[in-house]
């Protein structure tokens, strides 16, 4: 993506005059719903309270195109689907004109003889198979009324209003007299019953797209940068250069993450707008949130850069990393404060410091930690091959990554045992998707397809090692390395699995999808199995060849899938 002097100059003066102009419409009070319902009416009284509201246009009663029109004390409908939505916005207009009236007595006590003090309770978080909920007793049960029948007594008297008794201190009444100067993600808590808004539903999306956009834009030009260079050939005075490969890749990355942390750490403030100590730290938080997520987008950029042949590639690869990772940050986000598995992603953490003003380290770890160790594998990887070899010629995308396995493994510390535990993070995040992406869909349906998926997955991370070795020929093709190696890669795979589990896992690992990730506590047997279907696909390659890699690995994976179902036999047939 090549931009001319004359095309930046052009797109700048295009934002300038766009800036321009919504200021200027903002001063006019102009809105797309202006005048967009019809009155005929003779009363002046009545005129001037519906005239108050832009979208009324009010007309004599000898009016015949009106919406509405009012004769003594009724309202007559011209009959239209318009004319109801225009009934229902007039009725509106009275309660806020009766709201109105009501306050300026400044006597709020009796002119509002109901009025409700809102709580919000926190929803049970319980990670059951069936998306069940178990009853608390202490918290949903009313033992002075002697009420245990749920939220009916509980709920009604101590939770949503007081007696008419009751009067409003002035930090309430403040509260209430501030309602309509309430900024968008503000929730009330004190209203009267006209007044009263359910709080907006699916927030997170909102905070999500306010963080993911600068990301999405300043890594577009971040992978455009590198293929450009590329295709351009100008990469190769830097590679002439006395420079290491991840000194290049390091001053050509920072620029564009400063950039964007810098961005991000401007909507943290606006969002916000601390004015003490602790809701600074709050708003550091959310950059700390924020921060392994845009080191994702960045090295699923830098790769897709150094992968891609062409622009059109890099853009497909682009958009294919962009909507995979948005489902991962997204979808989970939208239960926050309901199911635990909202946990999986980082914006739920960013809800949480908006809400509640702090988070535990234990479920910032759960979320951020594969994206961190997937962005740093990844940078790994990328500069390994940025060199000339990768970066100007036209090898597949299997092929390069083939190129990155065995560099890895032609390491002083590479082995196929230490592959299979760096691979642990990219397994993690994978599974999670499928978490993600299977979480919907109903029971056992979604468990039986999460047992094959991440069945598939595991089996490709241990055994890529091994068919990289066999196809690039880095060791003798004998039968006792074809053992050792499915051997090692199967033992270091169990290993990084425990590990991981034990770290991160814990927030779910009372789930049937925590169940198939981790397998429970049990040690000799899943070694076995995992060395086991590790020799299928070792041994099948060394008997046959690396070009049959692709059916002894679904042979593996079939093994594997039906010692995870007979495990999980209780929750699928039970």
């Known amino acids: 993506m090549k931009f001319s002097r004359r095309s930046v100059l052009a797109i700048l003066f295009t934002l300038l005059l766009l800036a321009v102009v919504s200021y200027a419409v903002s001063l006019t009070g102009m809105n797309l719903d ?61 309660i806020n004109y009766r709201e109105t009236v009501l306050s300026s007595y400044n006597d709020i006590n009796n002119s509002h003889p109901v009025w409700v003090t809102i709580h919000d309770l926190d929803r049970p978080e319980s990670f059951q198979v069936l998306g069940s909920v178990t009853k608390n007793d202490d918290q949903y049960s009313d033992t002075e009324n002697g009420n245990t029948d749920g939220f009916g007594e509980h709920y009604g008297n101590s939770v949503m209003g007081k007696r008419a008794s009751t009067t409003i201190s002035p930090e309430e009444l403040e509260d209430l007299e501030n309602t309509n100067s309430k900024t968008f993600f503000e929730r009330q808590t004190i209203a009267t019953p006209s007044n009263f808004n359910p709080p907006i539903p699916f927030t997170a999306i909102l905070y999500s797209f306010l963080f993911i956009f600068p990301i999405y834009f300043v890594s577009q030009f971040y992978s455009s940068s590198i293929m450009e260079e590329r295709t351009n ?52 938080a959310m950059i700390a949130v924020i921060l392994p997520v845009l080191l994702l987008f960045f090295s699923l950029s830098f790769i897709a850069a150094i992968f891609s042949r062409s622009f059109k590639e890099l853009t497909f690869a682009m958009v294919f990393f962009s909507v995979i990772v948005s489902g991962y940050i997204f979808f989970p986000a939208m239960f926050a404060n309901v199911h635990t598995v909202s946990s999986i992603s980082p914006m739920t953490l960013i809800v949480n410091l908006i809400e509640k003003g702090d988070i535990s380290f234990g479920k910032y770890v759960f979320s951020t930690l594969p994206f961190y160790l997937v962005a740093l594998s990844l940078y790994s990887f990328g500069t390994a091959i940025f060199r000339e070899e990768d970066l100007f010629s036209q090898k597949t995308i299997p092929e390069k990554v083939v190129d990155c396995i065995e560099i890895f493994l032609s390491s002083r510390w590479g082995s196929v045992f230490a592959l299979s535990i760096v691979s642990i993070p990219f397994v993690y995040m994978a599974q999670l998707m499928l978490i993600v992406m299977l979480f919907n869909l109903p029971l056992p349906y979604s468990i039986i397809a999460m047992i094959i998926l991440s069945a598939l997955v595991e089996e490709i991370a241990k055994s890529i090692g091994i068919y990289t070795i066999m196809k690039r020929r880095l ?7 074809a053992g050792m190696l499915a051997l090692l890669a199967g033992g270091g795979f169990f290993f990084g699995e425990k590990l991981v589990s034990v770290i991160t896992l814990a927030p779910i690992a009372s789930s049937a999808f925590g169940s198939v990730m981790t397998m429970g506590a049990l040690l000799l047997i899943p070694l076995l199995l995992h ?6 696909t070792s041994l099948g390659m060394h008997f046959t060849g690396h070009r049959y890699y692709v059916f002894f690995l679904l042979v593996a994976t079939a093994i594997h899938t039906m010692y995870n179902t007979y495990l999980l036999r209780g929750i699928l047939f039970g």
């Open 34 to 94: 202006q005048k967009i319902y019809s009155v005929a009416s003779s009363s002046p009284a009545l005129n001037s309270i519906i005239a108050s509201d832009d979208r009324f246009d009010v007309f004599p009663t000898d009016s015949q195109d009106a919406d509405i029109t009012i004769a003594e004390d009724r309202a007559y409908l011209s009959g239209t689907k318009k004319s109801i939505a225009a009934a229902d916005a007039l009725e509106k207009v009275f």
């Open 531 to 536: 060395v086991t279907t590790t020799a299928v």
């Open 475 to 481: 060791k003798p093709a004998d039968l006792k390395t």
């Open 233 to 284: 050939r100008r990469c190769e005075l830097l590679l002439v250069a006395p420079l290491r490969s991840r000194d290049i890749v390091l001053g050509k990355t920072m620029p564009y993450i400063f950039v964007a942390t810098l961005l991000l750490s401007i909507i943290s403030l606006y969002i916000k707008s601390p004015s003490d100590l602790h809701e600074l730290g709050t708003a550091l």
